[in-house]
C-alpha cells in the first residue's frame, strides 16, 4: 500500500536530506514507497497546474474558442527535477543556481525548510535590484510564471527572475515540477490582446526554437526572452 499523500511533504522523507542518503536495509524499500509518492505527487499537481493556467488565461479577458486545448498545448510535457545543495563552508562566494526565469508556462516548487529561493522585485532599474527571500511555509507550494505564459499574455504576466544560494549550516532539496508546451507547439501572444495592444511585444514561433535558445546559451537573468523580442515592439 502506498502512503498517504500530504501536499508532496511526504517526498522529503525519501529524499536526502542529511548528505548521508537513505540508510541500512530500509534502502530498497524507501525507493519503491518514494515512487508511489512521487508519481502520486505529480498527477496531483499536473490537476493543479491546469486549473491555474485556466483561471490565468480567464483573467487576460480573452475568449477562445476552446480554452481547453490551449491549456494543454501550454501544458502537454512536465519535467521533473531533485535538486541537492550540498552545505557550502563560504557561501556568499558561490551561487546554487545563478539568476533566471523558467522557459515553460508554470513551475510548481516544492521547497523543504531550510530556504534559499530568491526572486528579483520587478520595476528595479539594475543598478537598484532588490531581491525578495521566498520564505518556506509548511505545507505550501510556490508557483513560478514561466516566459511562455509571459509572451502569451504579451507581457501582461512576467515570468519570475530568480536564483539560489547556499548556507553554511544546512544543505537544501527542491523539487520543482516544469510544465512546458509541446516542442512543435506554436508560441506568440493571443490575437485579441495584441489588437488590443496595438502591439505584438513578442513574435511568433515554434517552442523548440525557444528551447535551443534557453538551453544554448548562458543564463544571463531573462535575456532568453531576447530571442522571442518582436522587431516591432
Known amino acids: 500500500m502506498a502512503p498517504s499523500f500530504d501536499n ?3 517526498l522529503f522523507e525519501f529524499v536526502v536530506q542529511d548528505g548521508n542518503g537513505v540508510k541500512g536495509h530500509k534502502k530498497l524499500l524507501n525507493q519503491l514507497v518514494f515512487r508511489e509518492v512521487a508519481l502520486e505527487y505529480l498527477k496531483t499537481s499536473t490537476k ?3 486549473r491555474i493556467t485556466e483561471i490565468l488565461i480567464g483573467n487576460l479577458g480573452v475568449i477562445l474558442e ?3 486545448k490551449v491549456v494543454d498545448a501550454l501544458t502537454s510535457l512536465k519535467m521533473v527535477n531533485m535538486n541537492f545543495y550540498p552545505t557550502c563552508p563560504s557561501p556568499e562566494l558561490t551561487v546554487g543556481v545563478g539568476r533566471h526565469s523558467d522557459m515553460g508556462t508554470l513551475t510548481v516548487l516544492l521547497q523543504d525548510g531550510i530556504g ?3 526572486v528579483k522585485l520587478e520595476g528595479k532599474p539594475d543598478a537598484e535590484e532588490e531581491w525578495m527571500e521566498i520564505q518556506p511555509i509548511p505545507g505550501a507550494l510556490v508557483i513560478n510564471i514561466g516566459d511562455t505564459l509571459q509572451i502569451l499574455s504579451n507581457g501582461r504576466y512576467k515570468s519570475a527572475e530568480h536564483r539560489v544560494r547556499t548556507t ?9 515540477i516544469f ?9 506568440g501572444p493571443l ?3 495584441v489588437e488590443r495592444d496595438g502591439v505584438a511585444h513578442y513574435k511568433d514561433f515554434i517552442f523548440q526554437e525557444y528551447m535551443n535558445n534557453f ?6 537573468g531573462k535575456k532568453s526572452l531576447d530571442f522571442a523580442q518582436s522587431s516591432s515592439a
Open 116 to 118: 534559499g529561493l530568491y
Open 179 to 187: 510544465t512546458v508546451p509541446r516542442p512543435t507547439e506554436k508560441i
Open 48 to 50: 493543479m497546474v491546469r
Open 66 to 68: 476552446d480554452s481547453s
Open 168 to 176: 553554511s549550516t544546512q544543505s537544501r532539496v527542491s523539487i520543482p
Open 8 to 10: 508532496g511533504n511526504s
Open 191 to 193: 490575437p485579441q490582446l
Open 215 to 220: 538551453f544554448g546559451k548562458a543564463h544571463e
